[in-house]
């Protein structure tokens, strides 16, 4: 699936190229370079300053320039082309110097005050780049350089000593530009020239780096092939990598140029994530690539694929998948109700017509809105049982509403919610308690149940009319037995004098198997908080008389007896009268 995705990108980069003649306007349009200050030594000799610091809240970088918007434009190509792989693969060995080529020096202002920076390390940088073959000492990396230098030729001497010397004579003198020196972001200079010198120079070094290890290239039909560095890696420390399956164990084999390509691949991946784009997908139908925020949905209907990143030491792929007929839009809207008549937030209850929406409702009511930013992070900081119905229901909900996914979906959102409600029930948080029950039920009525909103309004009124009566009545339904159930353990826990009354009083009778037990718990409160109930109380006599006497037919539903819980207890309702 990732080389679907590299060729969209390449198709996008390439249409990019041909509209505005510049094939890495994809990539440049978004790159961020790093924290620091950024010198351009003009052709005519005279200097350019810049420093640029990154605002993370907005997502941008804050310039200081000199000269304009036009040289950050410059600066922001030089800079990407001037880039190392990775630390691990320098020119400079002892790593201070971390550019790439004779156009660039690239050094933490630190190495200044340090003594890190000395003109022994400036000569060995520019050494090495005025005869790259010295250091390729390593059969397989000398051809590497083989086979790139066609394309690039000899180094420009002239230009490189034109550079070495300017360094030589400045670099220890920063304060003369206006460049402070202190702190530990970078000191960046750059040498203006024609762009396809950099690019040129950049290939030069690229593609001697390009692989993971040169030594697991192999050549078939005089064609070189190698394991990319990109969210992969091969060493002695991660046998597990390799195939053994295989007689070449090396997972994974591309050519120079498709390396090429998947490097820029990453590179744009990098850049999305820093302005904090983690949701990439790629319609196949369009070859566009659509990048989203987490929680950000696609508007439109869609078919292709989708990976979601993120940024670390490097930009790595945590998940990805493919995605067929994908909706914005529910397929029918969602009725958020107030089915148990005890809300009082009454603006939340209303339809939801599209998959944003039912994700914020679904995040605020159940998740306490933790669940957008955590749908692929590792360190979820909450408290263990959101953490845990989270990890629980989070690749289902994913799946569900940015994939199309459904199935099984309407199992795990019962589970969670079930468990959130419990979880605020022993918390003591009532009203987010009735906030969870009937968002459950809702989305029970949502995947083909029945509105219980009706359903529990005739239990209610029924029970009422029952216990405010002279005379025998009885229990009709499984569903009203247990609504009755609730109602007489709240009465029961009401009448406890403790200080600090805790509604997990009420856990034995939601997490009673069967009814044998729960009639035995019932019976138990019973004798304990008689003393206080008046013989006179009709509505607790009849409401008791019915429950005790009620024959159970199928199983313990304890979500039914939570319903008749959290709803405003029948025994204490002051508008309707005893009947006489």
């Known amino acids: 699936m990732l080389k679907d995705c590299i060729e969209i990108f390449q198709k996008k980069i390439e249409h990019m190229g041909n509209e505005c003649g510049n094939a890495d306007a994809l990539i440049l349009d978004n790159y961020i370079p790093a924290d620091g200050d950024y010198i351009v030594v003009k052709k005519d000799g005279s200097v350019v300053r810049c420093s640029i610091k990154m605002d993370k809240k907005a997502g941008r970088p ?27 693969k320098p020119q400079d060995p002892k790593k201070v110097i971390h550019s790439n080529n004779y156009l660039s020096f690239w050094i933490k202002k630190e190495s200044l005050t340090n003594g890190k920076l000395n003109m022994e390390g400036i000569d060995r940088y520019f050494d090495i780049l005025s005869n ?29 000593e034109q550079c070495r010397n ?25 040498f203006e020239d024609d762009r396809d010198l950099y690019i040129n120079e950049e290939k030069r070094y690229l593609m001697t780096k390009i692989y993971n290890k040169n030594d697991y290239n192999i050549d078939i039909d005089e064609q070189i092939y190698g394991l990319p560095n990109d969210n992969l890696a091969l060493n002695s420390k991660k046998p597990y990598m390799e195939h053994k399956t295989r007689k070449n164990v090396v997972p994974y084999l591309i050519t120079p140029e498709e390396a090429a390509t998947q490097r820029k691949f990453f590179d744009y991946l990098m850049n999305e994530a820093n302005r904090g784009y983690t949701n990439i997908f790629f319609d196949s139908d369009e070859d566009e690539i659509i990048p989203k925020k987490p929680g950000e949905f696609i508007t439109d209907d869609f078919s292709g694929f989708f990976i ?21 839009n529910l397929y029918k809207h969602f009725q958020y109700r107030d089915v148990i008549g005890s809300a009082k937030d009454e603006e939340i209850f209303k339809e939801y017509v599209n998959k944003k929406q039912m994700l914020a409702v679904l995040d605020e009511v159940i998740f306490s809105k933790c669940l957008s930013r955590n749908f692929f992070t590792d360190d979820i900081n909450v408290n263990p049982e959101l953490k845990r119905n989270i990890i629980m229901s989070r ?28 979880d605020s029930i022993n918390n003591g948080y009532m009203n987010k308690v009735i906030m969870q029950f009937n968002f459950m039920k809702s989305l029970e009525e949502y995947f083909g149940g029945v509105n219980m909103a009706d359903r529990y309004s005739d239990i209610r009124k029924n029970l009422s009319d029952k216990i405010n009566k002279k005379g025998y009545s009885q229990i009709e339904s499984d569903e009203e037995y247990f609504y009755a159930v609730g109602q007489l353990v709240y009465y029961f826990i009401s009448l406890n004098k403790s200080k600090d009354k805790k509604h997990s009083l009420a ?31 009709r509505r607790f006599n009849n409401l008791y008389s019915m429950v005790s006497s009620y024959e159970l037919t199928g199983r313990v539903k304890s979500e039914e007896i939570i319903a008749g819980y959290i709803s405003s207890n029948l025994i204490y309702d002051s508008t309707n009268k005893e009947e006489d």
């Open 308 to 328: 979601q990143i993120q940024k670390g030491k490097e930009l790595s792929i945590q998940h990805q998948d493919a995605i067929v007929d994908y909706k914005y």
């Open 395 to 422: 690749d289902a909900i994913f799946a569900w509403l940015y994939k199309g996914q459904e199935q099984g979906i309407d199992a795990v959102l019962h589970n969670v919610c079930i468990n959130t409600v419990r």
């Open 166 to 190: 300017w360094i030589k004579q400045h670099i220890f003198n920063m304060q003369d530009f206006g460049i402070d020196i202190s702190g530990k972001n970078y000191l960046k200079v750059f």
């Open 132 to 160: 790259p073959r010295v250091k390729y000492k390593n059969a397989k990396d000398s051809k590497m350089y083989d086979y790139i230098f066609p394309v690039v030729g000899e180094v420009n001497q002239e230009k490189l």
């Open 62 to 88: 804050v310039k200081d320039l000199s000269d304009g918007d036009s040289q950050y434009e410059d600066i922001v190509f030089y800079d990407y082309h001037s880039r190392l792989v990775s630390m691990d």
């Open 507 to 537: 856990n034995p009778f939601f997490n009673a198997r069967n009814n044998e037990l729960l009639q035995k718990k019932i019976t138990q409160f019973f004798k304990k908080y008689n003393y206080i109930i008046g013989t006179t109380n």
